[in-house]
């Protein structure tokens, strides 16, 4: 079935390190996003792409990057991770405008924690 | 940028009744109202959408409603059952712009419904 995943799918990290969390994706779609969920906050839009020439900020992107690679690979870096980036990340795609659903597909999910 | 509020955010109910959650939005020109479930553990998948031009929808034992003066829109869950707890997301969005894909997010209801 084509699906999103995410790697890796837990990770604990000390503060200043470097870390890319990473998802793919096999539904052909062209829109990828990156949200954080935190209790209580809801999930929140880190960055979006509409297609691999596209980044886009989100609500909340200070202290992370991305990396469009490729249609189906959208990568989210920490560059200098730090204790109030503990979080649960989701991966998402959706598919393209014309025509089609607006329906976001969601990956498992990266649970990091870091101290 | 748009700004959505969600109420409750925990919602208990027996078997059998019904629930109802709430959500209000900001920007006007939003048009495309998703909601998504969120299991525990698992990742969020939408259960029913609206847009603008229809004032409520039903699947089953889901509806939504949509007061665009007003500006909120609603969930309604009838006869509930064990397996409609979960955490749901209201959104909000443009349809049929370039950031018609990107969505704002309530802050969450957690739904749980006793024997």
């Known amino acids: 079935d084509a699906d999103v995943t995410q790697t890796p799918r837990n990770r604990i990290t000390k503060t200043g390190k470097r870390i890319m969390l990473e998802c793919s994706q096999t539904?052909?779609?062209?829109?990828m996003y990156w949200y954080r969920q935190d209790p209580g906050l809801g999930l929140r839009l880190i960055y979006y792409?509409?297609?691999?020439?596209?980044?886009n900020k989100g609500e909340i992107s200070d202290g992370y990057s991305v990396s469009r690679q490729a249609q189906a690979k959208f990568s989210l870096s920490l560059e200098s991770a730090i204790p109030n980036q503990t979080a649960l990340y989701f991966c998402?795609?959706?598919?393209?405008?014309?025509?089609?659903?607006?329906?976001?597909?969601f990956g498992p999910g990266t649970r990091l924690t870091v101290t | 940028g748009e700004n959505v509020e969600q109420h409750p955010s925990t919602l208990s109910v027996q078997e059998g009744d019904s629930a109802v959650i709430k959500c209000t939005y900001s920007?006007?020109?939003?048009?495309?109202f998703p909601w998504y479930k969120q299991e525990l553990g698992k990742r969020p998948q939408l259960i029913i959408d609206?847009?603008?031009?229809?004032g409520e929808k039903k699947d089953q034992r889901i509806a939504v409603t949509l007061n665009k003066t007003a500006k909120h829109f609603s969930l309604h869950i009838t006869e509930t059952q064990p397996e409609d707890s979960a955490v749901y997301f209201c959104?909000?969005?443009?349809f049929g712009t370039g950031t018609a894909s990107k969505l704002t997010f309530g802050t969450g209801t957690r739904l749980q419904v006793t024997l």
């Open positions: 609206i847009r603008s031009n229809v």
């Open positions: 792409s509409f297609d691999v020439k596209d980044i």
């Open positions: 920007d006007s020109a939003s048009n495309y």
């Open positions: 998402a795609t959706s598919g393209p405008r014309t025509g089609g659903s607006y329906e976001q597909y």
């Open positions: 959104a909000a969005s443009r």
């Open positions: 539904k052909g779609h062209d829109r």
